[in-house]
């Protein structure tokens, strides 16, 4: 697992590879995630970032938090020989483990 504080600007730092992931807000006092709001699953995820940035993003409650000044942090799962439901399942597990905001 790793994780990376992400905003607009850096959005080039990510890998373009196949992952499960979260975004998260950064707690203020410790900097750790808190909060997950998302969990998805992607075969580049430099594109999926930018896509929950962008006003295109369909999900109203991502695209706030997106949107607001909240730090977020992105945590994830390289899975490079994973397919689609291999990724789909992992995304499940994390789904089920996290309290979501988001995710409907």
């Given at each position: 697992m790793e994780d990376i504080e992400i905003n607009?600007?850096?959005?080039?730092?990510?890998?373009?590879?196949?992952?499960?992931?979260?975004?998260?807000a950064k707690d203020t006092n410790d900097?750790?995630?808190?909060?997950?709001?998302?969990?998805?699953?992607?075969?580049?995820?430099?594109?999926?970032?930018?896509?929950?940035?962008?006003d295109s993003e369909e999900n109203e409650c991502l695209k706030q938090f997106m949107r607001s000044n909240l730090t977020k942090i992105l945590v994830f799962e390289l899975l490079p020989n994973s397919d689609k439901d291999e990724r789909l399942k992992k995304e499940a597990e994390w789904i089920n483990k996290l309290k979501l905001k988001c995710n409907k």
């Open positions: 607009k600007n850096n959005l080039d730092a990510l890998p373009q590879k196949k992952v499960v992931y979260a975004i998260y900097g750790k995630p808190i909060n997950c709001r998302y969990v998805g699953e992607t075969d580049n995820l430099k594109e999926r970032t930018n896509k929950h940035f962008s």
